[in-house]
């Protein structure tokens, strides 16, 4: 190394001659730093998301490699949001990729005091097994004076907020087709 | 909003920057306090009489914007003769009925109109939470109405509200809400001055203000203030309501609530609405005027979407299939039902009410007695593990050997590993685009609900039950994709938005939607949003490149339009009010409306259009009427009908409060939702004795960091790490009085439960001087359970269960209780506690306070104030 490159390796030295006099930037580096790439210059690829906390609506970009959320930020281009995320929308990566996430189905049998494991498929048809018995016990077709009411009151249902537009609209559809009234969202809350 | 909505405050620091004065009002000084340029402490649940306040000081110095208010308001409109106000009833209206504690709405009505038409009595209003079909128009009222555009007529709207309000006096103010009269004066001046041609002032409230047994009026009363200073339909004005979830708007607009339909339609009522005819008149109400006229052509695009080829003219749509609402089928009353062993099976789609809703332990309690419960969720949230770490294991009230509900915990997809739309706060629609698979067993609510359809349908195949007509009818077949066989959300918006069913083009506007069975459309305000073939949602040319309106950015309904009711931009002859106001205006040489935002008016209908006597719907609309989705056209700062507790809010005391009313006899909310269940027992009120048991005021808000129940965040490690326990704030004077130690703990008990918090002795909590007396208040956040990775109790099992009568939501934001130093008791003891309070405050059996609280409930003047 000569005496040159040595000098020139002195990030002072780059503060003082160069453009960055406050030296947090170029000064500052170091061939370790230099040579760094941010996750999300080498992603695969970058999905237009929006955040799922609060209901400002602020855009994110979603980035990948190799099949994981390897980051996720603001969207400068959002006229919302201009590119900031708050606390919690810029923890979502943590949200997502939280080791805490339960990704395989759980049963708690009738009076049962630890989760089994149960195939998806099964818990679906069981589920369904469920929800016909459960309107078949409770099904009214008319009030007292024969007035019509095709419902159960059997089933209820709390949730939405935190769903797509297109998630809800199957939901009451499906609900309502089966003559389920009692669904509710946090709206009501 | 600086706290829990911290991006969307990047603007109002924005408008601060340029000029803008911002006042804070909040029970404590927040994060937003202290960028504002004003605070003002209150005491919780008394917001009406401090904005009573301001609209008596609008009207007593005549500082309403006049031209505005004559032309859009309904001040001019002259009221029946037959109407009584709180201030000769002892603040009640007229019409009250003691048997079921409501109004008849009749004597409200507007002079010369008759009897009210509505259909549904005021009792099967407030079962029905009817207030909510009000959410994109205003009730039913006829078109034509009696006029005293001079505002001296004694029985006209602003003569009344006048009357109305006279009391609220700066005193009385400072009174109530223990807001000292300089700081009122301040805020009353700065809102009044900030109005008229070129200047609007801005309202911005959330769940603080709606979760109240009078939380509709809240925002009444802020309406009403801004309709008399023009700040409604303006650049710079508006109501904004700041919503909480990322699509709860959406999920109100296509609702999952028991009492809405797509697009604001009533769910059918068995006795009200029992043909397809009935239905349908009952929400256009011939003879109003505005886009409701059309609400046939709005259902039966529903059912067709609904029941697709199955749905004809001759089968009336299929509209008997629809199941009939008898009352009030809400999450409350759902969940004593299941106390009381009336309901088999729940399904909880990324919702946590053992944490997130009034009365954990009700809520708890209702869980454990289900046959069944389904769970889709990112984690194992607190609703999931009830039945082993309830808190109510340790009081022995929940053994899991006993606890006989079969629980299905089925893991969700999150927002990256699935597509769809969200709605955020301002109705704007945002695709988001799927970025990755989801893991293991995940599946978005759209494979779910889809599948369990299929199944279900392919269970009832052969099956010639008339119940199950419904759902083999139903049209359920979406295009499915990739490994998971997962549905195509574009095709389910695309039949949101409607299409025309023999080309199957979408549909542009809801103006396309025909009446008889060629169109089809889900959700009626959300046409356009696949306007063209296009997924307009997904837009997204960057803000930087655009006006400030952004309409290129998304897609809001209706129509993409940013302001609602913009045609009030413009004056009444079309023209800005002024230059630097300038937004939607008319454009004489090309004889349409135009701006910078979609006009919120039929293009070419001139400023000089006058309706024939008698018509209605769209036709009935003057050329000077922007509220173009109200039956008369106007602005309401009185509502003849449809607001169940009043036509003008009135100051009442929270269901459980420490002070008597000082304004009226009648100290709460006289027509609030009431559940007699033995779990739901009260806190003592004055006029009541022993309420000096609960002396304390409790109210709850967020953190930034965390998120509603926490199944969000204290999931999650940075914020887990950032706000790591549950916490009571309380004052230096209140720590004195009660041998509270900084970073000690506390425990606060009410006649529900009782829970400990860490104690944090902070000058962020004022004690307030109210009718002489001083009121201490205390905050808590309302985020921590049992589950996670930091755990706490939850600060929402300290409450009741009071409701508000339009929309059936609960008081949480305000409550009585009492703090005591150290930990709380554990197991039995805990419950002994609980039980000991209820016997100091009364008795043993529950409490329910009265309804009605003035003795004359329909005669005489006041003599007390």
């Known amino acids: 190394m000569g005496v040159r490159s040595w000098i020139e390796g002195w990030p002072v030295y780059r503060q003082l001659t160069g453009t960055d ?112 018995a459960a309107r078949d016990e409770t099904w009214e077709d008319v009030d007292a004076e024969g007035r019509p009411l095709n419902r159960t009151l059997g089933i209820s249902s709390l949730g939405g907020a935190t769903l797509d537009n297109e998630e809800n609209y199957l939901i009451k559809k499906l609900f309502t087709a089966m003559g389920a009234l009692q669904i509710e969202n946090q709206a009501r809350i | ?81 037959e109407y009584a106000d709180t201030e000769d009833m002892h603040g009640l209206f007229s019409g009250f009925n003691d048997d079921n504690a409501t109004y008849d709405q009749a004597s409200w009505r507007y002079e010369g109109h008759s009897q009210t038409q509505t259909t549904r009595d005021s009792e099967t209003q407030r079962e029905t939470a009817a207030g909510l079909e009000n959410e994109s128009h205003g009730a039913p009222v006829g078109g034509q109405t009696e006029r005293d555009e001079t505002l001296q007529h004694p029985r006209c709207v602003y003569q009344i509200l006048k009357r109305h309000f006279a009391r609220y006096t700066p005193e009385m103010v400072e009174r109530v809400c223990g807001i000292p009269q300089d700081k009122f004066f301040e805020l009353a001046r700065a ?31 802020g309406a009403i203030i801004q309709l008399l200073l023009g700040n409604v339909g303006r650049p710079g004005g508006g109501v904004m309501a700041l919503r909480g979830h990322a699509s709860i708007q959406g999920s109100t607009d296509i609702p999952t609530l028991f009492n809405l339909l797509p697009g604001y339609l009533p769910m059918p009522h068995h006795a009200n609405h029992p043909t397809l005819d009935k239905w349908v008149d009952s929400i256009a109400h011939p003879g109003q005027k505005g886009f409701w006229g059309n609400a046939r052509t709005y259902g039966v695009n529903l059912l067709k979407a609904y029941w697709g080829d199955a749905a004809t003219a001759d089968n009336d749509y299929c509209y008997g299939y629809m199941p009939r609402m ?90 990256v590993e699935k597509e769809g739309t969200f709605t955020q706060t301002q109705r704007l629609l945002q695709w988001r685009e799927k970025a990755v698979e989801p893991p293991g067993d995940a599946r978005s609510e759209l494979w779910f609900f889809y599948h369990l359809g299929r199944i279900i349908r392919e269970r009832l195949a052969t099956s010639t039950k008339p119940r199950d007509r419904a759902l083999l009818d139903l049209a359920w077949d979406y295009p499915t994709h990739g490994p998971t066989v997962e549905p195509s959300a574009e095709a389910v918006l695309r039949e949101i938005n409607g299409y025309d069913v023999a080309t199957g083009r979408p549909l542009a506007s809801f103006t396309e939607m025909k009446d008889d069975g060629s169109t089809v459309g889900g959700c009626w305000i959300y046409t356009g949003v696949y306007a063209d073939g296009v997924n307009q949602a997904a837009r997204r040319k960057p803000g930087s490149e655009q006006s400030l309106v952004a309409p290129e950015w998304g897609w809001a309904w209706p129509a993409n339009r940013r302001i609602l009711y913009n045609r009030a931009s413009a004056d009444p002859d079309g023209n800005p009010w002024s230059e630097r106001k300038r937004y939607v205006w008319w454009d004489a040489d090309k004889s349409e409306w135009t701006g910078y935002d979609v006009p919120d008016f039929e293009k070419t209908k001139p400023p000089s259009y006058r309706p024939e006597r008698d018509a209605s719907g769209v036709a009935g609309i003057a050329g000077d009427d922007p509220f173009i989705l109200q039956g008369d056209g106007k602005g309401w700062l009185y509502a003849p009908t449809g607001v169940l507790d009043g036509p003008m809010p009135t100051h009442y005391e929270p269901v459980e409060s420490p002070v008597r009313n000082p304004l009226y006899e009648q100290q709460a909310n006289p027509t609030r939702k009431v559940y007699t269940h033995p779990i739901n027992t009260l806190n003592p009120s004055p006029p009541e004795p022993y309420s000096q048991v609960f002396p304390y005021v409790f109210t709850v808000s967020r953190l930034t960091e965390h998120h509603t129940a926490g199944g969000m965040s204290r999931t999650v490690s940075p914020l887990a790490e950032l706000q790591p326990e549950m916490f009571v704030e309380v004052s230096p004077e209140l720590a004195v009085e009660r041998g509270l130690t900084h970073l000690g703990w506390a425990h606060l008990i009410t006649a529900r439960a009782a829970i400990e918090a860490k104690v944090l002795v902070t000058d962020r909590l004022t004690p307030l001087r109210v009718d002489d007396r001083i009121i201490h208040q205390v905050w808590l956040p309302y985020h921590f359970g049992f589950e996670g990775l930091v755990t706490g109790d939850s600060a929402n099992d300290l409450f009741g269960i009071s409701l ?42 529950p409490h329910y306070p009265p309804q009605v609280t003035t003795d004359s409930a329909d005669s005489g003047p006041d003599q007390e104030v």
């Open chain 1, 21 to 132: 006099p406050l030296g947090r930037g170029a000064a500052a580096k170091s061939d370790g730093s230099r040579a760094l790439t941010a996750r999300t210059d080498t992603a695969d690829s970058v999905a237009r998301s929006v955040c799922p906390y609060c209901a400002v609506g602020c855009g994110q970009r979603v980035f990948v490699k190799d099949g994981q959320v390897s980051q996720i930020e603001g969207d400068p281009d959002s006229p919302i949001s201009r590119g900031r995320l708050c606390p919690k929308g810029a923890a979502s990566k943590s949200l997502v990729t939280s080791p805490l996430r339960q990704t395989t189905v759980r049963y708690r049998r009738p009076y049962g005091t630890e989760w089994e494991d149960l195939d998806l498929d099964t818990a679906m048809n069981m589920i369904a097994d469920r929800v016909l």
């Open chain 2, 191 to 221: 809102w009044t001055e900030n109005s008229g041609r070129d200047r609007t002032g801005m309202l911005v409230y959330s769940v603080g203000w709606t979760q109240h047994s009078v939380g509709v009026q809240y925002i009444r009363t």
């Open chain 2, 1 to 81: 909003m600086a706290e829990a909505h911290p991006v969307g405050f990047q603007w109002v620091m924005e408008a601060k920057r340029r000029g803008a004065k911002v006042f804070h009002v909040d029970p404590r000084f927040t994060r937003t306090s202290a960028l504002a340029d004003s605070y003002l402490p209150i005491r919780a649940g008394t917001d009406i009489a401090l904005l009573g306040g301001v609209i008596r000081y609008i009207l007593d110095n005549e500082l309403d914007f006049r031209e505005y208010v004559v032309a859009y308001t309904n001040a001019a409109t002259i009221v029946t003769e």
């Open chain 2, 326 to 415: 008898t009352g009030d089928h809400g999450t409350y009353q759902q969940v004593l039902d299941m106390i009381d062993g009336k309901i088999k099976g729940y399904f909880l789609l990324g919702q946590n009410p053992a944490v997130g809703s009034a009365h954990g332990r009700a809520q708890r309690l209702g869980m454990a007695n289900l046959d069944w419960l389904v769970v889709r969720d990112l984690f194992e949230i607190e609703s999931a593990t009830f039945w082993k770490n309830a808190p109510e294991i340790e009081t022995g009230e929940i053994a899991p050997e006993e606890c006989r509900t079969e629980v299905f915990f089925l893991p969700a997809a999150s927002h």
């Open chain 2, 804 to 845: 508000d009568p339009n929309v059936l939501i609960q008081e949480s934001k305000v409550g009585t209780c009492d703090v005591r130093s150290g930990r709380r008791p554990r197991g039995a003891e805990l419950l002994a506690l609980v039980v000991d309070y209820r016997r100091r405050s009364g008795d043993l059996s």
